[in-house]
């Protein structure tokens, strides 16, 4: 017998919970991409269940389906066209009144709907007592109870779904809101007008589609042209403005305000029929926590410590992992050498792709903890806290604190950081934040920065690195400051931040965050590293036949003769000392073989060429390629140099063993950090740039403008550390 399939897809307020039931409904068995046309993100996941093939999709969180946002307009579109067998609204029960908004206009749409009142434990520890039988009777809707975090009622709601999907029952046209006698008039007039019009080819429910154009809805008025023939639109446009007109004159205020307020009535009238609050006094936990963390004289300085504090961890504890990491790869690469001769294949596999794609993957565990990290921050509510705090000096660059969120993402990685930017409502304040944006390190730096300053600021990396990441806050805002002034200029958005309450997150839901977002450094490094760490290792190889400045095979040659004859004479200890002596000379003039080739190889000739962009910032030329292939990724940085360095990569911690020992001084070392973190984005974001502002201007200035940034401040850290005598 074949599987049945059923279509669910999740609606909701942000922090409703709704993504906390997505995991806790398809674990790990979910996919993120982007919606069709739009880069906004969409998660996916299937399961199978009481005999059913669930396909469950996540769709974009917003508090209405008035297409003011793009989330919005996914959220809506989805439901509309591609006809969900059933939609399942998340409702935050600790606050009915919010989310029931949303909730009825979904209500309104031609589909099954199901409510899952989430966060009912939180609902209950403050007193208040939903009658979800009577909400079930007054909306003709199911009703289930949920605790995301906590994995209840989560069978509860799917067993509900599949019932409800399959009951054939048709929602009640009855049980939707009801609006005021002269609103449902020109309602049903427009009904009909539509039905006489277009009759059977009508886009959606009627009803539904002559409130949205009462409602003025611009994506409605395009379809219904688009759904008529010819003039058929026109006529159809021109008697929705007359009846707009008519309301507008006898209300004295747009259609749409007046019956937002009857919806919020018909709201109010089902929280006084369903909600019973205790009367008794209760702690709100949320609230007294907030005392301390959002306090204007504490709660900055308690963001700046957990910020630092993360950067402490996936520095510290991230170095053990990271040791086995480099350990097992240099055993790998030992063991993959042994087993070929050595011709230039052999360069090719273990000098090429092993140790480009070896370099970086030893950073893994770092990531893991840095998006475990940011994942307790968004899952505990503790981030909407975090841009509460920005908020007064985001308004110092015309911004809002909503502002600050995309950019904290940024630490995550700058492409979905500058696709969530699609929540600001104005276009200046969009490319405002997109601008600003790159300066927030994100995580294909971080290799850079634990490989730099593990090597020249052992004891106090975590520390070091955290002030990267507080430099690059601090030129954020006075960039942004700069454009508001010039070329963005524009007032302030009114904007109320919402603080959601904080929760226990759950560790599922964390791994599975962590996880997600970890999934695209290793798909950079089976792609993007792995063919940037090939072309490099080309480009260092070639070309082969080198004039060299040195006899390095007699000098070899000597140097085995010379001690073949002395250690004749030698015994024991003595024996042991000689030879390593003798491997230590060879090594010297292999290195010193190796560094010529690279220098005369065509990656050495690039390198030359822009030596005297990077000298006055204290950067030699072997550091200049490897920010130059840092465009493609900034983790590729980190195998360049290590190609450049000859390193062995049967050594452990060979590259920071090597750096330590080429002329590079602790300043060298931060000017080169404070480029990384500064200086054009790689070339994935540069592209989401020109995307999302619809322009490949902005694309260019953000390459131009961060370079440029980057080298006056490595300058100015540079030469002032040099003149002050700092080493």
């Not at 979904?106 to 899952?116: G, H, N, P, S, Y």
């Not at 030359?608 to 900034?634: E, H, M, N, Q, Y």
Request: hydrophobic share 45%.
């Amino acid at each position: 017998m074949k599987e049945k399939t059923l279509t669910i897809a999740l609606s909701g307020n942000p922090n409703s919970g709704k993504t906390t039931i997505f995991n806790a409904i398809t674990g790990t068995r979910q996919k993120v991409g982007n919606w069709p046309g739009v880069t906004v993100e969409k998660k996916e996941g299937s399961i199978k269940k009481f005999g059913y093939h669930l396909n469950i999709i996540d769709l974009p969180g917003t508090y209405s389906l008035t297409p003011f946002s793009i989330e919005e307009i996914i959220a809506r579109n989805f439901v509309l066209d591609e006809s969900p067998d059933v939609v399942v609204t998340i409702i935050d029960a600790s606050n009915l009144e919010r989310s029931l908004y949303l909730a009825t206009q979904i209500r309104e749409l031609d589909c099954k709907v199901v409510f899952a009142l989430n966060m009912a434990d939180l609902a209950q520890s403050r007193g208040i007592k939903i009658d979800a039988d009577k909400l079930s009777q007054l909306l003709d809707i199911p009703v289930v109870f949920t605790v995301g975090n906590k994995n209840e009622g989560i069978d509860t709601l799917l067993q509900t779904i599949v019932a409800f999907a399959e009951s054939g029952h048709a929602t009640s046209q009855e049980r939707r809101v009801k609006y005021s006698m002269d609103i449902e008039k020109s309602i049903a007039d427009l009904q009909v007008i539509l039905e006489q019009k277009i009759e059977k080819d009508l886009p959606y429910n009627s009803r539904w589609i002559a409130i949205k154009l009462i409602e003025n809805d611009k994506i409605i008025k395009e379809r219904i042209v688009e759904s008529a023939a010819g003039q058929t639109g026109k006529e159809i446009l021109d008697a929705t403005e007359m009846i707009r007109k008519h309301l507008i004159d006898y209300y004295d205020d747009d259609p749409e305000v007046v019956m937002t307020d009857e919806r919020y009535g018909f709201i109010s009238g089902i929280i006084k029929e369903v909600v019973a609050t205790s009367t008794r006094q209760r702690v709100d936990i949320s609230r007294t926590i907030d005392l301390v963390l959002t306090n204007r004289f504490f709660g900055f300085p308690i963001f700046i410590f957990f910020i630092w504090a993360m950067f402490q961890l996936t520095f510290s504890l991230g170095s053990y992992p990271m040791e086995w990491i480099d350990r097992g790869i240099s055993l790998f690469s030992i063991f993959i050498g042994a087993g070929l001769p050595d011709n230039l294949i052999k360069d090719f596999i273990i000098d090429g792709i092993i140790a480009g794609v070896g370099s970086v993957v030893v950073f893994l565990p770092n990531i893991l903890i840095l998006f475990f990290c940011i994942a307790i921050f968004e899952d505990t509510g503790y981030m909407a806290r975090a841009a509460f705090l920005m908020d007064r000096i985001m308004h110092f660059i015309g911004l809002h604190g909503k502002s600050f969120i995309p950019m904290l993402m940024g630490f995550g990685c700058n492409v979905p950081a500058i696709m969530a930017t699609r929540t600001l409502e104005s276009k200046k304040d969009r490319i405002l934040t997109i601008l600003i944006t790159p300066f927030m390190s994100c995580s294909a730096r971080l290799p850079v920065f634990i490989i730099l300053a593990g090597t020249f600021f052992p004891n106090k990396a975590g520390t070091v690195i955290f002030s990267l990441y507080l430099l690059g806050i601090v030129l954020a805002v006075l960039s942004g400051k700069l454009f508001r002034s010039t070329i963005l200029r524009g007032t302030d958005a009114p904007f109320v931040m919402e603080l959601p309450p904080y929760r226990v997150p759950m560790l599922r839901s964390l791994l599975i965050h962590m996880w997600d977002r970890s999934k695209m450094f290793l798909k950079r490094m089976g792609s993007v590293i792995l063919i940037g760490s090939v072309i490099i290792w080309m480009l260092s190889a070639f070309p082969r036949n080198i004039q060299y400045s040195r006899d390095y095979a007699g000098e070899l040659k000597h140097i085995a003769s010379s001690y073949e004859q002395v250690s004749i004479e030698k015994k024991g200890e003595a024996i042991k000392l000689l030879e390593k002596k003798r491997d230590d000379e060879i090594a010297r003039v292999l290195k010193a073989k190796q560094t010529e080739e690279t220098e005369e190889s065509f990656l050495g000739g690039i390198g030359k060429f822009l030596a005297p962009v990077f000298a006055p910032i204290g950067i030699d030329w072997k550091g200049s390629v490897a920010l130059l292939t840092g465009f493609v990724a900034k983790e590729i940085v980190v195998s360049t140099l290590g190609v450049l360095y000859a390193v062995d990569d049967n050594v452990p911690e060979a590259l920071n063993k090597a750096l330590a020992t080429s002329g590079m001084t602790p300043l060298s070392a931060l000017s080169i950090m404070v480029f990384v973190l500064l200086y054009v984005p790689c070339f994935a974001t540069v592209a989401v740039i020109g995307r999302e502002t619809d322009s490949a201007k902005w694309a260019v200035f953000s390459v131009v403008y961060t370079t440029l940034v980057a080298w006056l401040v490595s300058f100015v850290i540079y030469q002032g550390g040099s003149l002050i005598g700092v080493c």
